[in-house]
């Protein structure tokens, strides 16, 4: 079963740091480029960032780039996005998805990021 | 990357037939065949109904179907049940980017 486990989010003072984590299994990971969603509290979905299969290619939301770095060990099936200078406005839920025949599936859970003094 | 524009609601009862339509530029959904619809249940993830504009992943009834005209894409939902009383969100690919429309929420009356 393709299985996707997002980890990592928690309360953070404004202008602070957190890495996020996705843990992949039941897929060839390396074989799939990836994304991170974020949807804020009540509000739509974000697209935030993607990444290639081999990492080599990235791409960034307008509101992110310059702040937000995505990345991954393909050898430990996991996909990361380390988030520095974070604003009230990146609080929100985080998701991981595989992108397959553009599009986005599975998705995880998510998790919650709370930017907050 | 500006939002991609849907209705905030939509509305219909049990056996009807709604549409949600997402309009967004040439630059995504005018310049690409990869729009994708997502249904969204309250407190749960998203998940796929359509992508490549038109296509339905395995296990999508077939009460769903999408199409595309110029810069709008929409999203048919036949036969309503209560089970698709959910949100739904387009998304379009725009070449280095990802654009998802704000969302319409979606009330089986």
């Not at chain 1, 843990?23 to 960032?49: D, N």
Request: hydrophobic share 30%.
């Amino acid at each position: 079963e393709v299985q996707l486990l997002e980890s990592g989010g928690g309360l953070v003072q404004p202008g602070g740091s957190l890495r996020l984590s996705c843990a992949a299994s039941g897929f060839t990971f390396s074989s799939y480029a990836m994304i991170w969603v974020r949807q804020a509290p009540g509000k739509g979905l974000e697209w935030v960032s993607s990444i290639s299969g081999s990492g080599g290619i990235t791409y960034y939301a307008d509101s992110v780039r310059g702040r937000f770095a995505i990345s991954r060990a393909n050898a430990k099936n996991t996909l990361y996005m380390q988030m520095n200078s974070l604003r009230a406005e990146d609080t929100a839920l985080y998701y991981c998805a595989r992108i397959t025949v553009a599009t986005f599936d599975p998705w995880g859970l998510g998790t919650l990021v709370t930017v907050s003094s | 990357q500006s939002a991609l524009t849907q209705p905030r609601s939509v509305s219909g009862s049990p056996g009807q037939s709604v549409t949600i339509s997402c309009t967004g530029t040439s630059s995504d959904v005018g310049g690409y065949n990869s729009v994708s619809w997502y249904q969204q249940h309250p407190g749960k993830a998203p998940k796929v109904r359509i992508y490549d504009v038109s296509k339905r992943p395995s296990g999508v009834p077939d009460r769903f179907s999408g199409s595309k005209s110029g810069n709008t894409a929409s999203l048919t939902i036949s036969g309503l049940q209560a089970e698709d009383e959910a949100d739904y969100y387009c998304c379009s690919y725009g070449g280095t980017y990802w654009v998802f429309g704000g969302g319409t929420k979606l009330t089986v009356l």
